[in-house]
C-alpha cells in the first residue's frame, strides 16, 4: 500500500507535466503560471497564444521547439516577452497589436515558418542575437524598428517590410531566391536597400527609398518589377537582370537621374517609364529587344536610345518635354512601318509643353520636333498599376 501511495502521486506529476507539453488545439497563457508551467517544457506540441489581458513580464524558460503557432496579439499591456531558449516556431510567429511592448528577446531564435509583427509603435530593437536564418514569410509593418538586426534569412518565399520609419537600412546579404514577392513599402524615406546576392524573384514592388542595390539579379519569374514614388533615390541598376515575365513600371520618382538595365533583353508585359521628373537620359535599356504589351515612356528626356529593340506587340508611346532629336523619324517610324511596333496607336513627339503617359493626348508641340505616328493621339486601353495599389505588389498589366 505504501508503494501505491507514493506511485499515484509521481504519476500525477508526470501526467500534469505532459499535459502541460502539448495542447490539441492552442494553449493560452492568461498569467504568469500558465507561463512558468509550459516553460519547464523543452518541446511544446500545439500552439500557444498570449491572453490580451495579461500584463506581466513572460518568459518561457526552458522552451526550446514550438510545433504550432505562437501569436501574441491585441494585448494592450505587456511590456517585455522572451524565450532565453526558444529555437525554432513550426507555424506561425506573430506579434500583432502590442502597443506597450519594449523588449522581444528570444536570443537562440533560428528558424521560424512564418513571422508577422504588425502595430509595435514601442518595440525599437529585436533582441534575436543568434539570428533568425530560416523564415518562409517575413511580414513587418507599422513599427518604430530602428533596424532589423538579428533577421538574417538565407530563404524566403515572400517578404514584406512596411510604414517602419525609423528603419533606415535593409540588408539581406545571403538571400538568392525570393519564390513569391518583394514588397517594400514607406519605410524610411531614405532606407538604403541591398540584395546582394538575390539571383531571382518573382514579384518586386518597390517604394519610397533611397538606394537600391540588386547587382545579382538576373530574371523576375511570373510577376513585375516596380519602382515607386522614391523622391530621393537617383539610380536604378540592374546589370544582370535579363528577363522580366511580367511588368516593368518606374514611376513618379522625382529625383531619378540615372536607368541603367544594361543585359535587359526581353518584357513580358508592360514596360512604363514616367513622371520622373529628373531623368533626361534613357540609354539604359541597350539590348532590349521585345515587349510583350505596351511601350510607354514620357518625361523630360532629351536623349531616347533603344538600339536593339526588334518588336513591341502593344501600343508605343514616347512623349518628352525635351528635345529628342530625331530618333522618332530615323528608328521608331521605321520599326512601325516594318510592323515591328505591332498594336494599337502610335505616338512619337519631342518638344511638347506636357508629356502625357499612353492614354493621354499629347499637349502644344512647342516645334517641329519628333514626330506623331497617329494624328488621333497617343493609344488607348493601356492599365498601369495605380500608385496606391496594396503592399502584395504591382498586379499584371496586359495589353488589349
Do not use: W
Not at 503560471?33 to 516553460?39: E, N, Q, R, V
Amino acid at each position: 500500500m505504501s508503494l501505491l501511495r507514493l506511485a499515484l502521486p509521481a504519476l500525477a506529476v508526470a501526467g500534469s507535466a505532459y499535459a502541460a507539453c502539448s495542447a490539441s488545439g492552442t494553449a493560452t497563457i492568461e498569467n504568469g503560471g500558465d507561463a512558468t508551467a509550459i516553460a519547464t517544457c523543452t518541446t511544446f506540441s500545439g500552439s500557444i497564444a498570449l491572453a490580451t489581458g495579461v500584463a506581466d513580464d513572460i518568459d518561457l524558460g526552458s522552451l526550446k521547439t514550438i510545433k504550432g503557432d505562437l501569436t501574441i496579439k491585441d494585448n494592450s499591456n505587456i511590456k517585455r516577452f522572451g524565450g532565453q531558449n526558444l529555437e525554432t516556431v513550426q507555424g506561425k510567429f506573430r506579434v500583432d497589436n502590442v502597443a506597450e511592448l519594449a523588449a522581444l528577446s528570444m536570443p537562440k531564435l533560428k528558424e521560424v515558418d512564418s513571422l508577422i509583427m504588425l502595430g509595435l509603435p514601442n518595440l525599437r530593437n529585436l533582441e534575436f542575437t543568434t539570428g533568425i536564418s530560416k523564415c518562409d514569410n517575413l511580414d513587418i509593418e507599422n513599427t518604430k524598428l530602428q533596424n532589423l538586426d538579428g533577421i538574417n534569412l538565407e530563404q524566403a518565399s515572400s517578404i514584406v517590410l512596411a510604414n517602419n520609419i525609423e528603419i533606415d537600412t535593409i540588408n539581406f546579404p545571403n538571400i538568392t531566391n525570393i519564390t513569391d514577392f518583394l514588397t517594400l513599402s514607406f519605410n524610411n524615406a531614405m532606407v538604403n536597400v541591398s540584395f546582394p546576392e538575390l539571383e531571382s524573384a518573382n514579384n518586386i514592388s518597390i517604394r519610397a527609398i533611397g538606394s537600391l542595390a540588386i547587382p545579382s539579379l538576373t530574371k523576375i519569374n511570373v510577376g513585375d518589377f516596380g519602382v515607386f514614388e522614391s523622391d530621393n533615390l537617383e539610380t536604378i541598376a540592374a546589370p544582370k537582370l535579363t528577363k522580366i515575365d511580367g511588368a516593368l513600371v518606374i514611376n513618379n520618382n522625382k529625383g531619378l537621374k540615372n536607368i541603367s538595365f544594361d543585359a535587359l533583353t526581353d518584357v513580358g508585359a508592360n514596360l512604363q517609364i514616367a513622371n520622373n521628373t529628373n531623368l533626361h537620359d534613357m540609354e539604359g535599356l541597350p539590348e532590349l529587344k521585345d515587349v510583350q504589351a505596351a511601350l510607354d515612356m514620357s518625361g523630360n528626356f532629351t536623349k531616347i536610345e533603344t538600339p536593339s529593340l526588334e518588336f513591341v506587340k502593344g501600343v508605343f508611346n514616347l512623349q518628352s518635354v525635351g528635345d529628342i532629336g530625331d530618333i522618332c523619324e530615323k528608328f521608331y517610324d521605321p520599326l512601325k512601318s516594318k510592323g515591328k511596333l505591332q498594336k494599337g496607336k502610335y505616338v512619337c513627339k519631342g518638344k511638347l509643353e506636357e508629356a502625357k503617359t499612353a492614354g493621354q493626348t499629347p499637349t502644344g508641340q512647342t516645334s517641329s520636333g519628333g514626330s506623331g505616328g497617329d494624328d488621333k493621339g497617343a493609344a488607348s486601353g493601356l492599365t498601369i498599376p495605380s500608385l496606391s495599389l496594396g503592399l502584395v505588389g504591382m498586379f499584371a498589366v496586359l495589353l488589349l
